[in-house]
Structures are given as structure tokens and as C-alpha cells.
């Protein structure tokens, strides 16, 4: 990232940048640099995966950050090759406990309740190798029907950074768009290996009360097929 790109903008006028360090925990869809100056520090995306929808990604963060759940994005790059967003301090967390779980649910919560500009997601054409559990998977979902609320679409460890067990910032926005809220769900559920005890708190603190395992159940038939298909094809 050229370094003049960035001290032509306003935001340094007064406050010039003093650094610009690769972050060491890097995306798979970005490149990641903590920019500090001398009062402040900032997260610098460049993006690099060309087949994502980046002014989307741009709107819904927005939206979310003006909810409190997302960091609020500075400045944007005119081309949608980069931004500049507010620097979150935190930690992943590989392994939650119910207070964290509580806080997840409540963020998710949030996040569903966003009426934004977004693109509707079909997680089941997105899939290539239609198995018979994807296959059945498919029609269990059909039989329930999908009622569109705003998802994250990859709710893994390293896309969320806890100050706290109660406070927690969603980032990377970039699968983010309608669908069931069972997507979100199901992707914690398998993300966070949640074992059936701690899957039925959250699942019932989320819904408040009732869910239809059968339903989260192919929805984690999904997000596991996605994820082999998306690493065999990126990494």
C-alpha cells in the first residue's frame, strides 16, 4: 500500500501517519495493516479477492457499525480496492463459555434485526457437489422455508474480536447478506464445536425458547460442505 495514498486524505492532515506494519494475523480475502499515527490507530484492508460484492460490503458494515457491532469504516477507496476502518483491540477466542455465548446470541440478535441494502444469499446453489446429505439437507430446509434477516454468512473465530465476554466486535463483512438467521446459527454451532448442552443454551437463548434442531441441522450440512469447497478452492 502506497503510503502517499493515504496522507492525501484529511483524516491525516493534522495527525500525520507514523507507521504502516502488516498485522499479524492475517485473511484470506485481505491484506491487513495496523496504520498508527500519533494520537491515533487504524486498520488498513486491501483487498484482494476480485469476486466479492465490495460496495455491499462496504454498506452493510456500515449499518453495523452505526449498531455498535462492527468497526466504523473512515475512509473508502473510490475503485473499492481498500479501506480505512477504526482499530478494534481484542482477542479470538477459539472456545466460549455461556457468558460469551449470551453475548454472541445478543450480537447476532442485533446484526438479524438490520434492515440494510444487501444481497439475498442461496447457500444451497452456491454448493458443487450436491451429496446425498447436501441433497437432504436441501429438502428438509424447504419443508421449513427461509425467513430473510441480515447474516454475517462466516461467524469464525478470527471474524470476531471480544474485548470481553461481554462485549464483542463482528469484522469482515465481505459473505454478508439476507437469509435465515439459521445460517449464523448453525456456522457457531460448527465453528466453535459447540457439544449439545452448550448448542441447546445457545440456541435457546438466541430464539428465546423453541427451535427446530432438524433445520440447524441442515443448515450445519451446508456450512461445512461451503467451507470444504471454499478451501479446497482458496488456499
Excluded at 469504516?73 to 449470551?102: C, F, Q, R, Y
Excluded at 439459521?182 to 454451532?189: E, P, T
Aim: glycine share 2%; net charge negative; proline share 5%.
Amino acid at each position: 500500500m502506497n503510503r502517499a495514498i493515504l496522507e492525501k486524505y484529511a483524516l491525516f492532515k493534522d495527525d500525520p501517519i507514523k507507521t504502516i506494519t502488516p498485522v499479524a494475523s492475517q485473511g484470506y480475502c485481505n491484506l491487513n495493516y495496523l496504520v498508527t499515527t500519533l494520537k491515533h490507530r487504524y486498520l488498513l484492508r486491501v483487498f484482494q479477492q476480485v469476486n466479492i460484492d465490495r460496495e455491499a460490503e462496504i454498506r452493510i458494515q456500515q449499518c453495523a457499525a452505526k449498531e455498535g457491532i462492527a468497526p466504523p469504516i473512515l475512509i473508502e477507496d473510490e475503485a473499492s480496492e481498500w479501506m480505512l476502518m477504526a482499530w478494534v483491540p481484542g482477542t479470538h477466542h477459539t472456545t466460549l463459555n455461556k457468558t460469551a455465548l449470551t453475548t454472541l446470541a445478543q450480537t447476532l440478535q442485533s446484526l438479524h434485526a438490520i434492515t440494510c441494502d444487501a444481497p439475498t444469499v442461496d447457500l444451497t446453489v452456491q454448493i458443487r457437489e450436491q451429496t446425498p446429505e447436501v441433497q437432504e439437507a436441501c429438502r428438509t430446509l424447504a419443508a421449513y422455508g427461509i425467513h430473510p434477516v441480515l447474516c454475517h454468512h462466516d461467524p469464525n473465530p478470527k471474524n470476531m474480536l471480544w474485548q470481553d465476554d461481554h462485549t464483542l466486535t463482528l469484522i469482515d463483512y465481505e459473505y454478508a447478506g439476507y437469509n435465515d438467521c439459521y445460517a449464523d446459527i448453525a456456522a457457531v454451532c460448527v465453528e466453535f464445536a459447540l457439544d449439545h448442552k452448550y448448542e441447546k443454551f445457545f440456541c435457546e437463548l438466541y430464539f428465546d425458547g423453541a427451535y427446530y434442531p432438524p433445520k440447524l441441522e441442515a443448515y450445519k450440512v451446508l456450512y461445512r460442505q461451503l467451507c470444504k469447497e471454499w478451501f479446497e478452492k482458496n488456499v
